[in-house]
């Protein structure tokens, strides 16, 4: 099963995470760090996995062990009706399952990970255990119960009409996977190889870190 987490996720276990007053934003990281980032996802998305497992993501998630970066995450679940199946939603309930158990972050980072070909719908209630399993301390009777019975389907709707309301009026399907408002500006679609490339990612966020009126007042 999973090998060892790669190096740059080390620590995230131990970062605080709690759903925003919206009930659909989730938080992880030092709510006063100078960077915050918010990432709207979809679980099945393959450039998703991309972003969180060889591109920007481990990047992020090593600013944020640092102290240096909060991240948002809106998670969407649009796929399901594009390309068929229910893994996207079952994906977004287990992860408000884990949040309450307070593992959001290493079972994200676990999903992604292993995230099954797109086209697949792998996300089963039972790939999603077995995955829950490899987190530590997260598989519980009441865990496994809110995974089978899909018990935060509220959160999956509330969550994807979210994603599509970041879009505005010119993108009413939602802004597209992943997207990232890092500091309330949006990297925008033709500099979105910055987001798979982990070296300019990590050189954006030190950046802005840096000096973030300068980022602030950029043009993009």
Known sequence: MPP????????????????????????VGDPDAKVKVHLYEDPRCPYCEQFETSGG?????????????????TLASFLDDRVGGSGSKKAVNALRAALEEGKFVEFHEMLYLYQPEESVDGYTDAYLLKLAGEVEGLRSPAFDAAVKSMKYRAFVTASQKA????????????????????????????????????????QLLQQIHTNPLEWEHTTL
């Open 57 to 73: 993501g481990p990047q992020l998630r090593k600013a944020l062990v640092d102290r240096r970066a909060t991240a948002q995450y």
């Open 163 to 202: 994603y599509e309301r970041a879009g505005g009026t010119a993108e009413p399907e939602g802004p597209g996977t992943p997207t990232a408002v890092i500091n309330d500006q949006r990297i925008p679609a033709e500099l979105g190889d910055v987001l798979l490339d982990g070296t300019l990612f990590a």
């Open 4 to 27: 060892e987490r790669p190096p740059a996720f080390s620590g995230a276990e131990d970062l605080p995470e709690k759903l925003g007053a919206d009930g659909t934003t989730i938080t």
